[in-house]
């Protein structure tokens, strides 16, 4: 059953894409979060000249999101350019983890409009988290 994307979520992800500061890919990315409170965090994708110091979109909302107070993810839209689209890296995906549950809904858009909805679950399956580390024996 898919769920329906919160109001202002796509837009949110689409303002925070025009400010990425991509110039080693030009690959801009935004991404927006909607947390238990109502509110909605963006990020976008801050490259570096030293590459693998560069961020991700998601893992820049996500950090907005906690810094606010927010400890849930209840759906995350992530925006890339028209004619592509990006589903989340890995280490996004373990990051998304952390926050949400099996079923929150991750909107995968381009400025096209072009829509493609996944279950966290789905993207990472038989995943480890945090009540992997509370003790069972
Ligand atoms: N990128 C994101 O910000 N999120 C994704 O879901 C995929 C990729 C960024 C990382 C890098 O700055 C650029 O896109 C190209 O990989």
Same mark, same amino acid.
Request: glycine share 10%; aromatic share 8%; charged share 15%.
């Given at each position: 059953?898919?769920? *329906?994307?919160?109001? !202002?979520?796509?837009?949110?992800? +689409?303002?925070?894409?025009?400010?990425?500061?991509?110039?080693?890919?030009?690959?801009? *990315? /935004?991404?927006?979060?909607? !947390?238990?409170?109502?509110?909605?965090? =963006? /990020?976008?994708?801050?490259?570096?000249?030293?590459?693998?110091?560069?961020?991700?979109?998601?893992?820049?909302?996500?950090?907005?999101? =906690?810094?606010? /107070?927010?400890?849930?993810? =209840?759906?995350?839209? *992530? *925006? +890339?350019?028209?004619?592509?689209?990006?589903?989340?890296?890995?280490?996004?995906?373990?990051?998304?983890?952390?926050?949400?549950?099996?079923?929150?809904? =991750?909107?995968? +858009?381009?400025?096209?409009?072009?829509?493609?909805?996944?279950?966290? !679950?789905?993207?990472?399956? #038989? #995943?480890?988290?945090?009540?992997?580390?509370?003790?069972?024996?």
């Amino acid at each position: 059953m898919n769920a *329906v994307i919160h109001t !202002g979520l796509f837009e949110a992800a +689409c303002a925070a894409q025009e400010n990425a500061y991509a110039p080693y890919s030009k690959f801009p *990315v /935004g991404a927006a979060v909607l !947390g238990e409170s109502g509110n909605i965090y =963006v /990020g976008c994708n801050v490259e570096n000249a030293s590459y693998s110091a560069g961020t991700c979109a998601e893992t820049s909302a996500i950090a907005a999101m =906690v810094a606010a /107070g927010d400890r849930k993810i =209840v759906q995350i839209c *992530v *925006v +890339c350019k028209t004619g592509s689209w990006a589903p989340p890296c890995g280490g996004c995906r373990q990051k998304i983890r952390e926050l949400g549950q099996v079923d929150t809904p =991750v909107f995968v +858009c381009n400025t096209d409009g072009r829509q493609e909805q996944f279950l966290l !679950g789905d993207l990472l399956p #038989s #995943s480890f988290g945090p009540e992997n580390l509370e003790t069972t024996t």
